[in-house]
Every structure is written in C-alpha cells, then in structure tokens.
C-alpha cells in the first residue's frame, strides 16, 4: 500500500503493458538491447531480465524504472502531437537525429549519457516547443 502522499504503484498487469510499450518505442528507435538496459537504468549484465520484459513479464515496481518509462511514452506522445500529419516517419527518427535547438546534439544521446536526468531534459525540451 502507498504511504499517504506517495502514488499507487501501477499493478502487475499494468506493468507488463509499460514494458511492452516501452520495448515498442525502443524498437522503432532503433536502439540496441544494450542502449534499451541503459534507458531502463538496468545493468548490462541484465540482457535475461530484458528477455524477459521482452517475453511480457512486468517491469520492476521500481519508481526510477518506472519514471524512467513513463518519460519516454510522453516524449513519443509529444512527438506524435508535434508532427500530426507525419507518417510516423519523424515521431520515430526525431530522437536519433542531431537536433539543432539541442545544440546539435541527438536527444537518445542526452537520455544515455544522462540517464532519468536526460530523458526529463528531453521531455522539457519537447514540452517547451510543443506549447
């Protein structure tokens, strides 16, 4: 049970969905299993445990893991409100491609380097010109 002030944890069904969406995105982005370990803060000694996230078992009930993917499912939803009319095409390119108001940099470079940090800096940037 959450402590008062602490938000209920998604339940075991509802983490199992989490991993499946995350593990989508991941793989329209075209990322590596190792780069997959690293957004999802695992080790990459954890290759069996992204098997079987990739097999429908739950993440963790981890609050980092689980920041960790919501953030990513709202970077992918505000590029998707960001490029309506696009196919698909830069909703899933958008975070392999240098970025210029990043100063140039990739944003799933950021997200790797700097891990939770990086995807929230990503998400603000995202926010910030979507708004």
């Known amino acids: 049970m959450a402590e008062a002030g602490q938000p209920a944890l998604p339940s075991q069904e509802e983490r199992a969905q989490l991993a499946y969406m995350v593990l989508t995105l991941m793989r ?61 095409q830069r909703t899933y390119t958008w975070v392999v491609t240098s970025q210029p108001e990043l100063d140039g940099q990739r944003p799933i470079d950021i997200m790797l380097d700097e891990g939770a940090l990086g995807i929230r800096r990503v998400l603000e940037h995202l926010q910030s010109v979507t708004e």
Request: glycine share 8%; proline share 8%.
């Open 28 to 88: 329209r982005w075209g990322l590596e299993d190792s780069q997959k370990l690293t957004l999802l803060g695992l080790s990459p000694r954890d290759k069996k445990a992204l098997q079987a996230h990739k097999k429908g078992r739950p993440l963790e009930p981890d609050p980092e893991t689980l920041g960790r993917t919501s953030g990513m499912l709202v970077i992918h939803q505000r590029l998707v409100d960001r490029y309506p009319d696009d196919e698909d």
